[in-house]
Every structure is written in C-alpha cells, then in structure tokens.
C-alpha cells in the first residue's frame, strides 16, 4: 500500500505545507506589524490613551511613606498576629533556620536587636552586611530590609524580592520577635 514514492509524497506534502504557512507568517507580519513601528515583536510601543487613576497620589496602604516605616511601626507590631508571620515564614525557611542551626542563610533565634552579620557560625555574610555588623536589627530596619533586600545591603548575596506588602512584614517581624 505504502511504497517509497507515496512516502515521498506524503513527507513532501508535509514539508510543503510547513513552507505555506511560514511565508503566510512572514507577510502577515510585514502588512501587520505586531507592534508599532513595525519593529516586531518585543518593540516598545506608544500608548494610545492613559487613563488617570490618582494612584500616584494616593497614600501607600496601611499608611505607609515611601520613605520608610510607619511612624506607629512598635504598635503595628505589637497588634500583629506572630501566627500569620509564622505562615509566612514558609518563604523564608528554604534559607533561613529557627532551631540556631545554620542553612544556606544564618539563624534567625533572636534576630531582633541582634547586632547585623553577627553569627560567627556562618561565615557566607556579603560584604554590605559585614559593613553594617556594629548596627542592630531594630523593627525600623527589619522592616526596611523585607521591603527590598538588595536596595537596604547593597550587594547582599540573599536572593530574595523582598514582601511588598506592608501588613506581611509586621506579621513576620512580630513571628521574628517571638522567637527566642
């Protein structure tokens, strides 16, 4: 039934089409760009309209600035939840330990008020937080720190975006200062 010239044919056939429809692609794309400009894919694009929220101007939620912490960060802390802060936690214990053994990140038991990079068991601190080794963690640079890692130790080697929202820091803070 199969022979090698209807095999032939067929995989001609196949090969054929795949041709059809890439050169179809090619001049769709050249009549209608996929963006403006006809850069192709990926180019920037001016936007057509903008529609003003006032977002920008609003206040950051819960009241925080931009700037830093909240003005009333003790009583936030002292509200929150260490249970919530404890689920969120989760996110930290690939690197970080409570039991005061060392992980790929240094022990955090007691890490409030404990002076930054201060664990001689774990020699991987950057040099951004051995720089600031005569600080202490204080709930004011805790907070700045979960906001933006990188931007509070410049160079620091934890890999880690940081908790956008203001609420999980405190949460995290408050679990933090429960911890022995």
Sequence with gaps: MFDTMTMTKAVGGICGSLLVFLLIGFAGE???PA????EGHGGEAAQAYVIETGAEEAP????EEASGPPADLDALIAAADPAAGEKIFAKCKACHKIDGT????????????RNKGSITAFPGYSDGMTAQSAETWTFANLYQFLENPKDYVPGTKMNFQGLPKPDDRVAIIAYLASVP
Excluded at 60 to 63: H, Q, S
């Design 30 to 32: 050249s009549v209608y």
């Design 35 to 38: 963006s403006a400009g006809g």
């Design 60 to 63: 950051a939620e819960g009241g």
């Design 102 to 113: 060392e992980g790929p990140g240094p022990h955090l038991n007691g890490v409030v008020n």
